[in-house]
């Protein structure tokens, strides 16, 4: 096992420490071994690793990576509102009917009748 300065270990983005080894020479291999060291096994997974070094050999900037995000709640007071108006004043309207009217998708309207608004 190799060592590093302490510099490398307090690098606040692991992504940034991952392309900090691409760029000094370091092999796939080498980068998970040091990568478990530091962080554990868990930071960062092999596909990840391998993304970054694309982004290294194609010349990009690491740090812009899109992450996750989270998805837009759609189940908010008012939409529930709107699902309980709709379905009292045509109690025969199918979820697939209410559904492509509000243009969300079947199971959130499942989950807002059943979960949300207790019916069944």
């Known amino acids: 096992m190799f060592c590093y300065p302490n510099q490398f270990y307090v690098m606040a983005d692991t992504r940034s420490f991952v392309a900090a080894l691409l760029r000094a020479g370091k092999t796939f291999d080498e980068i998970t071994e040091t ?48 699902v309980a108006a709709a379905v009292c004043e045509d109690g025969r309207l199918t979820i697939a009917e209410l559904s492509s009217a509000f243009g969300v998708s079947f199971d959130t309207i499942h989950k807002t009748l059943h979960d949300d608004l207790g019916l069944s």
């Open 35 to 82: 990568r478990d060291a530091s962080f554990g096994e868990k930071s960062l997974s092999r596909v990840q690793i391998c993304k970054i070094m694309n982004l290294v050999k194609d010349g990009k900037e690491v740090l812009n990576m899109k992450r996750k995000v989270q998805p837009k709640r759609v189940r908010t007071p008012t939409f529930m509102e709107a």
